[in-house]
């Protein structure tokens, strides 16, 4: 298994501000996962992050919106840019090796106001 | 191609009933279901998985039944508790292709009642 830790847990901003969450994972791995879960929905994939290479982003994600950085193999940061209330959501984190399954962190509740 | 589907949406079950949640996936290529449960401000966890070479794992009280044929896999909650009150997600990915993510399903609100 893998212990994954986000950070902030959850966060309360102002519109048009950015916010970066941060993802830390206690073991090395090479593909870690942004996921956007908003309010009574399902997991929405954001961007696939490689280590040393661009994120790969879904349909409906861009790069100006939600910038990802991934330094190194344990750890990878999303910003969630210029923020408006319909950015209000749980981002989660996750990560997994080919053959085994995803480990989710806690998520980061974000509101926006 | 990529959606899986789930149902219900949400489910009421009085404590010591039988849970049942269905799932239908339409690529063929996905070889690898989990289930995952959250409560609520928590993160998604693994509950129970299954590979297409199998139609049925059992782990204590949870059960998924899996039919390749159909395309679709089943999560069974025997003896469902007051502790199971969580939203499940089911979910797919193909595993022998590096980097992709779980596809979910919408998810269903399980409420046991006392």
């Known amino acids: 298994s893998a212990v994954i830790s986000q950070k902030p847990s959850r966060d309360i901003c102002q519109r048009g501000t950015s916010l970066t969450i941060q993802c830390q994972v206690d073991?090395?791995?090479?593909?870690m996962f942004w996921y956007r879960q908003q309010p009574g929905q399902s997991l929405t994939l954001i961007a696939t992050?490689?280590?040393?290479?661009?994120?790969?982003?879904e349909s409906g994600f861009v790069i100006d919106k939600f910038p990802i950085s991934r330094p190194n193999l344990t750890f990878s940061t999303l910003t969630v840019s210029n923020m408006s209330p319909e950015d209000s959501s749980i981002y989660l984190c996750?990560?997994?090796?080919?053959?085994?399954?995803?480990?989710f962190g806690q998520g980061t509740r974000l509101t926006v106001v | 191609q990529q959606q899986v589907k789930q149902s219900p949406q949400s489910l009421i079950v009085q404590k010591g009933g039988i849970s049942i949640i269905n799932c239908a996936y339409e690529n063929t290529a996905f070889d690898y279901f989990p289930w995952y449960q959250q409560f609520p401000g928590k993160g998604p966890a693994l509950l129970i998985a299954i590979r297409p070479d199998v139609s049925e794992k059992k782990e204590g009280r949870f059960t998924i039944s899996f039919n390749k044929s159909a395309k679709q896999f089943s999560l069974h909650i025997m003896d469902s508790q007051p502790g199971d009150s969580a939203t499940y997600f089911c979910a797919a990915k193909t595993l022998n292709q590096a980097g992709t993510a779980l596809i979910f399903g919408k998810g269903t609100t399980l409420s046991v009642s006392s």
């Open positions: 073991s090395q791995v090479t593909m």
């Open positions: 996750s990560v997994g090796r080919a053959n085994t399954e995803a480990f």
């Open positions: 992050a490689n280590q040393g290479s661009e994120a790969t982003y």
